[in-house]
């Protein structure tokens, strides 16, 4: 390497990149020492201005003069014909000031010198070559500055991963920097940077300055302080500028940290080991101290005094009350009445009830394990009350590692599903072998192309798709490659994720947003390095860092939460999976009993290869669906919730001791408050929503904002006594099955009754393990739950959200009935379903009530053909937020003026506009919204068209939207 060699950058922070989409990339030197250790990738500290930042070297080339940018109309008339823009502008941070933006060109990325991507990353690779002329625009005389360090050894970012990105911003229309946090969450925050004392004397232009001589002399006192904390004293603008003055004057120098983050252990599994006796008589001499004993009269005395001393006048505890308790926990196999000891301190009480609860939770757990993590948050015990157990005896602390045991085998699969299985291999096999030709400049063969196609893999409800889902990992595993598989929501799905722990013990990383910073870290990590061989997650996992990528599933593919839609990039998880599978050959398994419209048509169309499992592999069929017209039950004067049939199945299926489970998309106990003198309604203070009533907190809450009143007495309006609560949610379902069965154990599942990954595990456990007769819930139970003594499924009002303003609301609607009514019947007792309902007619609801896929597909495309909808034109939708309504209509009326003409500019003839229009919720979180689609073949060429700062802040793109609301 020579001493000219440049770094391309990405800069992370400070960097104030206004209205361009993409963050440009600067130019820095790299210093000699630093040459033969960089790489493209690396987290790299550089000098921004007058402070130091972290950045993503993206590239290393050597100079060349500079080519001609093209015009952003040329860009917005061509470029994404191909599917790809013209990358980021390059910059040169020059040594007078941070450059700023002033084009685009292309960019080719290397992960060494002189070597790209490579032939299998063709479809996003952008390179022009050895030697091309799109390199580095030169300063006027002064160069580009030097970075400073590399902040971590491994390359953040590898090839594949960099051109994913590249890929994500511009189909996504975003900006770069916010694609890199994404791939890699949490590890592109700031350094901690350290300022050192070089000089034993001040310099002469430092001697008038008091800051400049107090930081020097902090320096010399001290040895070194910290750049955070003399930018809070000073401010940020006055400590940036004496800095870098006494920086360049030789004064002080500042260094980075440039260690990894500290590795973070994995917390421990508490395990209950002791005996059934000896947790009772443990459990009842810990009680026997918490409770307290009447005191005689003349005593009365003493026991105040003996708490004063235990409570110390200023909070301090006696050693000797403590040493008691350890003796009496240390003992806890003696008798179970022993005589009484000294009363505990405050302290030692608050320990002692918590190592109760962690006892009891234990207890009640059925293989008596849980992690610390999880007994800790629920207990609220702290370490010491743990150390009382384990000293005990009681329980033992364990590595998750240690209790993962061999794993569990492979189930015989039907003749289905090993069709299934072989399909999927020869994919695998397939996408292995064009990625091999690729990367040989060769043609891959038509054959093998076809067979590497994505799959969709279309079984009904219970057909065991997840078994197949685990034998195709073992064969990628057999064949030296890794896969990844998404869950729609990790918290939704704990028995899934327990299968693919059991069966790949050891070898498994999870990926989810419960996890704390420094997990996510520590999982991320482990990925990169090759520690396991399969990742689960939800939507964020696509981007984990895993190397050998054979295989890539999305289970529920249908599912919305594969969508991000409130943040740039607005990316669906089903097209990243594409796109990375293309960069790493690998097969990619799409699975759903209620496919997307979007999905079965390309496999109708031959873009995906479609597989069908028809059958469950237990000897019932999907269970026979029967619909209750709630009109006629009106009209026969019955107006419970229950109708007069599901309260019926209802009865004998408690009666046979099986489980049952009862389905409405609504929480709360009435969606809406109203006088019925003057038609007030009781709406949110930030939003246009009303509110709804939640019996049990006794209050009106907005599900949007969590805005929160008092139910009023009186109308706020008319002041009369007319207000009266309309409409029914999960709170009133439980309350209405209560009533008809109290000894029945009822459970209600719904976002008020949980609050993390930990309690949806609980619950999941709970009805598995029949703790549980009727379970309650929202869309929360609708996937992920296979419990073999479920028979019953009641679907309280089928017709909730069908009747939106969403072009979607009918998909939505027939996938929530199928998941949830295929909850029932599947091990060996048969299923019933009982579907509520005013729309019996609607074609959407037939088709639920015969589990038949196919009739609401056909109505559906038809439908969405007519109409111009997604898959025939694909959508752009654009939402303008701003707190002052007039200036939000303005400003989005404006815009869609402008997109008007451009579209007649760019002779886009099949390119449309709906609205400008207010949303379907105007105002959310005292924000309002007027938003406008785009239609057309491709309408993301509109916005590329569109020039620097016409997108002003306050503008979110999504694209391909999931919903038109």
Known sequence: MQDDMQAQVLVLQGAAWGEHRHAPLFVYAIPPELQAHILPGHLVLVPFGARLVSGIVWELRRPHPPAPSPSVMERGRSAFQAERQDLPAHQVERQDSPAQPNGRSPLSIADGEGSGVGPSCSPFSITDGEGSGAGFPWSDGLGPRPLRAILDPVPLLDATRRVLAQWLADYYVCPLIDVVRLLAPGMTGKQQIEIIGTAAALPP?????????????????????????????????????????????????????????????????????????????????????????????????????????????????????????????????????????????????????????????????????RPQREVMRLTRATPAALRLLLTAGLIAAEQPDAADGPGTLPLDLTAPQHAALDHIVAALDAATEVAAQAAENAVADASLQEAARPILLHGITGSGKTEVYLQALAAALARGRRGIVLVPEIALTPQTVRRFAARFPGRVALLHSALRPPERQREWRRIRAGAVDVVIGSRSAIFAPLPDLGLIILDEEHDGSYKEDHRPPTYHAREVAFALARLTGSAVVLGSATPATESYQRAQAGEFALVELRERPNPHPLPPVTVVDLREELHAGHTSILSRALLAELRATLARGEQAIL??????????????????????????????????????????????????????RCGGDGMRFFGVGTERVEATVRQHFPAARILRWDADTVRGYTDHAQFARALADREVDVLIGTQMIAKGLDVPGVTLVGIIAADV???????????????????????????????????????????????????????????????????????????????????????????????????????????????????????????????????MILRGPDPRAVIAALAPGELGPGWTIDIDPTSSL
């Not at 003409?901 to 886009?908: G, K, N, Q, V």
Request: aromatic share 6%; with cysteine.
């Open 205 to 369: 232009p430092a001697a008038d300055d008091p800051q400049a001589r107090a930081l020097l002399g902090l320096l010399a006192a001290g040895g070194r302080a910290d750049e955070a904390a003399v930018r809070r004293a000073l401010g940020p603008r006055r400590a940036d500028a004496l800095l870098a003055a006494l920086e360049a004057q030789g004064a002080l120098a500042r260094v980075a940290h440039v260690a990894t983050p500290r590795a973070l252990a994995a917390l421990p599994l508490l395990r209950l080991v002791a005996d059934p006796e000896a947790v009772a008589t443990w459990r009842a001499t810990a009680i026997a101290q918490l409770t307290p004993t009447p005191a005689a009269p003349a005593s009365g005395s003493r026991v105040t005094v003996a708490r004063r001393e235990g409570l110390g006048g200023g909070g301090s505890t006696p050693r000797r009350s403590r040493g008691a308790l350890l003796q009496r926990i240390a003992t806890a196999g003696g008798p179970a009445h022993a005589p009484p000891v000294a009363p505990l301190a405050a302290r030692d009480l608050v320990r002692l009830r918590a190592a109760v609860a962690v006892v009891d939770l234990l207890g009640a757990t059925p293989d008596g394990v």
């Open 801 to 931: 959200a069908l009747y939106l303003p969403d072009y979607r609301a009918p998909e939505r609607a027939f996938q929530v009935l199928t998941q949830v009514a295929g909850r029932a019947g599947r091990a060996e007792l048969p299923g019933r379903v009982i579907m509520q309902t005013f729309s019996p007619d609607h074609s959407c609801i037939e088709a639920a009530a015969r589990h038949d896929f196919h009739a609401f597909y056909e109505v559906e495309i038809a439908t969405r053909q007519a109409f111009g909808y997604p898959p025939f034109r694909r959508f752009v939708k654009l939402t303008y937020t701003h707190p002052d309504r007039h200036a939000c209509q303005v400003e989005a009326l404006s815009l869609g003026d402008h997109l008007a003409r451009l579209i007649e500019d760019l002779a886009l003839a099949d390119t449309d506009i709906v609205g400008p229009a207010p949303a379907f919720i105007e105002r959310l979180r005292d924000q309002y919204r007027w938003q």
């Open 663 to 716: 389905f409405l998309n609504r929480r709360g106990s009435a969606t809406c408050v109203l006088c019925r003198d003057c038609g007030h309604a009781m709406r949110c203070g930030r939003c246009d929503v009303p509110l709804t009533h939640h019996q049990g907190q006794a209050k009106l809450i907005c599900h949007y904002c969590n805005w929160r009143e008092t139910p009023p007495q009186h109308c706020p």
